[in-house]
């Protein structure tokens, strides 16, 4: 089992930033990937960005330049550091883990207002 708590979320203006934090707990050692996704209302939830053990990155193409994910794994976390957000990333952000099972955290508000 594995458990995330996600924080960091909030309301930013156009263009602003944001970092959000996903701290996992548990059977850490078993997990292969970790990664974002979001979900805005009336829509099916998206990957943004997800990272494997050995540091490869994957982004969505509506994020490629703007968005970075990292993972510090002595702490057991990953970051999703967002900048010149836009109004259409405004979504309930989840932090995910992928060991044999797919784990996912409660997931964090973000609004980006015009």
């Known amino acids: 089992q594995v458990q995330l708590v996600e924080s960091g979320g909030g309301l930013v203006q156009v263009g602003g930033s944001l970092r959000l934090s996903c701290a996992a707990s548990?059977?850490?050692?078993?997990?292969?990937?970790m990664g974002w996704y979001r979900q805005a209302p009336g829509t099916q939830r998206e990957l943004v960005a997800r990272?494997?053990?050995?540091?490869?990155?994957n982004y969505a193409d509506s994020v490629k330049g703007r968005f970075t994910i990292s993972r510090d794994n002595a702490k057991n976390t990953v970051y999703l550091q967002m900048n010149s957000l836009k109004p259409e990333d405004t979504a309930v952000y989840y932090c995910n883990a992928r060991t044999f099972g797919s784990y996912w955290g409660q997931g964090t508000q973000v609004t980006v207002s015009s």
């Open positions: 548990g059977s850490t050692f078993s997990i292969n990937f």
């Open positions: 990272i494997s053990n050995d540091g490869t990155t």
